[in-house]
């Protein structure tokens, strides 16, 4: 089995893949800035003095690090829209954590935005999990003007049971439903937190009592890599299976054309094109519209 600095170098090797490798050129040109960053809604960094021509090379290498999922964040003048108003996500959850002193991690960190938005709370350590070049490269951007003590780890779930260290808080927003095993995920997971610690989780669920899952044959709302879409009891069964013993439901909400909409900033298609034309409660292969649970576990 690989350690951790072995799969760290073999991924830092990923930067060198073509659809990255001049972005990451790019970014070493920049000139060091220090910005002042509001930390809300909208992450925004404002820097002073900024001349055109700064103001154009950031525009550029904003461009090129298209599509941008989570957002939205400000540079200026420069506004990056996101596909996702990633905020109404995190302002949902923000009451039911507490992240000051605590060792904190996000798996499926995408560009690092609610980790910028956790810096507001003091936390201990801040640890991004994403194994996607094109995320790592969007945050290196970005943490270019934070100039943050968030750490981006190039790893995935599989990971985070073997890292150096555990966390007291774990957040996984929408990656169980990309795992061909649920509960092997939930295990992972598990084994990263301390005693005590707690799992903040989202995923996608169907309506039901029963303790069931649904298995899209091919793709569930033009997503191809969506193995299991369980009940509420089933995602909270599965929570068990790995270990857990406290299962909080803390939320469900449908996904709507107001979190997630298509624009300039992504070149592909969204939400809207994804459910039925003729019924907006169903997926365009005829599956229930996604609807997310939201729900805090508790390793004692």
């Known amino acids: 089995m690989q350690n951790l600095d072995s799969i760290r170098e073999e991924r830092l090797g990923w930067l060198k893949h073509k659809n990255v490798a001049h972005i990451i050129e790019e970014l070493k040109t920049l000139p060091d800035v220090e910005a002042n960053v509001k930390i809300g809604d909208i992450i925004t960094f404002s820097i002073p003095d900024i001349t055109a021509e700064l103001k154009e090379q950031i525009e550029k290498i904003a461009k090129l690090l298209k599509p941008w999922r989570k957002g939205p964040f400000k540079i200026n003048e420069l506004f990056i829209d996101t596909e996702w108003q990633s905020f109404i996500k995190y302002n949902l959850l923000k009451p039911h954590f507490d992240l000051k002193d605590k060792i904190v991690g996000d798996i499926g960190c995408n560009n690092g935005y609610y980790l910028f938005r956790m810096l507001e709370q003091n936390p201990k350590k801040l640890v991004g ?6 995320f790592f490269a969007q945050f290196s ?3 270019h003007f934070a100039t943050s003590n968030i750490v981006f780890e190039l790893l995935g779930v599989e990971h985070v049971g073997m890292y150096e260290y555990k966390f007291d808080i774990l957040f996984c927003l929408g990656v169980l439903y990309h795992r061909s095993d649920p509960v092997a ?7 990263g937190l301390n005693l005590g610690g707690e799992l903040i989780l989202d995923t996608f669920i169907i309506d039901g009592e029963e303790d069931i899952a649904l298995t899209p044959k091919d793709r569930y709302s033009k997503i ?3 193995y299991f879409v369980p009940t509420v009891n089933a995602l909270k069964n599965w929570c068990y299976r790995a270990g857990f013993k406290e299962v909080e439901l803390l939320e469900i909400k449908t996904t709507d054309i107001e ?13 809207e094109d994804f459910l039925d034309l003729n ?3 169903l997926t365009v292969e005829g599956y229930p519209a996604p609807k997310r649970a939201y729900i805090k576990a508790r390793k004692t």
């Open 129 to 134: 999990f994403d194994p996607s070049n094109l």
């Open 141 to 143: 951007f970005l943490n």
């Open 279 to 281: 019924d907006n409660n």
């Open 224 to 226: 191809p890599n969506v």
């Open 185 to 191: 995920t939930l295990k992972s997971l598990y084994q």
């Open 259 to 271: 979190e997630q909409r298509k624009t300039e900033w992504i070149d592909s298609q969204s939400l």
